[in-house]
């Protein structure tokens, strides 16, 4: 028997996402002029939801895009998709464009075009991680000056993913001015004597909910979190190199620019710490 249709949130219905008909007048479309998000579901129940949305609503509000949904109706549009797809481990993605106008032009239109809302379920990965851990590669970050927004605009981050892929790495660490920015699709963590360091916030990187909960982790595993600059260098000498992501959780980089990261093994402190963030996911969800 086929899989049932995913179910998707168009514009105010739950629809089969087979049914969703766009305008090709979107400003999604032709400006990538939208917002997103992306939230974890483990065993049904969303994880770290709260700075999921404070961070879209963050979003929607640099950009200027008028919040279309209170934070109730964002929940409860949530929870729905998630239990009309049958809950389990999955990822909510979530677009709010500027909407469809009449015409193309990139003034913002009248007050009378209403955002368009888009949300879906993706399968979120719950493999163990590569026992030798994930290659990665640098490349130089040539994305827009503005990425502590989480826009749809990802043409710089899709150019740098593939080059990653075509080099045979799971991911592409961004760097500007001699400094480490993050992954194309990624936050990263360095390990220095027992140390987690990140970068501190800024217009240069988006701020990870990934990150944040694993520093709050790691703190009470009684380590200590840093947000400092991390230049090429201090990456290149780093004892453990982790990217993070809401679908990818912690991931142990091993290789990077085809040298061996520390031992070349995922770190003690990687398995200490993503086994804790690991058991305080609902369900304590390990992959
Ligand atoms: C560019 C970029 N930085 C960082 C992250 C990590 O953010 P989060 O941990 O909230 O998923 C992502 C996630 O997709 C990303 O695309």
């Known amino acids: 028997m086929a899989p049932p249709l995913p179910i998707a949130w168009f514009n105010g219905s739950f629809m089969p996402l087979a049914d969703v008909r766009v305008s090709p007048l979107d400003r ?4 990538g002029d939208a917002v997103y998000e992306v939230i974890p579901v483990y065993g049904g129940e969303p994880f ?3 700075p999921h949305l404070d961070r879209l609503e963050r979003s929607l509000g640099e950009v200027r895009i008028g919040n279309p949904h209170s934070r109730a109706e964002w929940v409860a549009l949530i929870r729905g998709l998630v239990q009309r797809n049958g809950g389990g481990n999955l990822a909510v993605y979530l677009q709010v464009s500027r909407g469809a106008d009449t015409g193309r032009d990139h003034f913002f239109p009248a007050g009378h075009v209403r955002p368009t ?10 493999q163990q991680p590569d026992p030798q851990g994930i290659r990665a590669i640098t490349r130089p970050d040539q994305r827009w000056g503005r990425c502590d927004i989480k826009s749809t605009a990802l043409l710089a981050n899709v150019l740098a993913r593939e080059e990653a892929r075509e080099a045979g790495a799971g991911e592409v660490l961004l760097v500007r001015n ?8 990624s936050s990263v963590i360095i390990v220095e004597a027992g140390v987690l360091v990140r970068r501190p916030a ?3 990187v988006l701020p990870g909910t990934t990150t944040d909960a694993v520093f709050t982790i790691a703190r009470q ?5 840093r947000d400092e ?4 260098e201090r990456l290149q000498s780093a004892d453990e190199i982790w990217i993070a992501a809401a679908t990818r959780s912690i991931a142990p980089v091993t290789m990077l620019d085809g040298r061996p990261v ?4 995922p770190g003690p402190v990687w398995l200490k710490v993503s086994a804790a963030f690991d058991a305080s996911k609902p369900g304590g969800a390990s992959p």
Do not use: N
Not at 28 to 31: N, R, T
């Open 48 to 50: 770290l939801l709260d």
């Open 229 to 232: 600059p991390i230049s090429v």
């Open 178 to 185: 001699g400094q480490l920015t993050e992954g194309s699709a």
């Open 28 to 31: 999604a479309f032709l400006f």
């Open 262 to 265: 520390g031992s070349g093994r």
């Open 202 to 204: 800024g217009p240069e």
């Open 117 to 126: 809302v888009f949300g879906m379920v993706t399968p979120i990965s719950m």
């Open 221 to 225: 595993c009684g380590l200590t979190c």
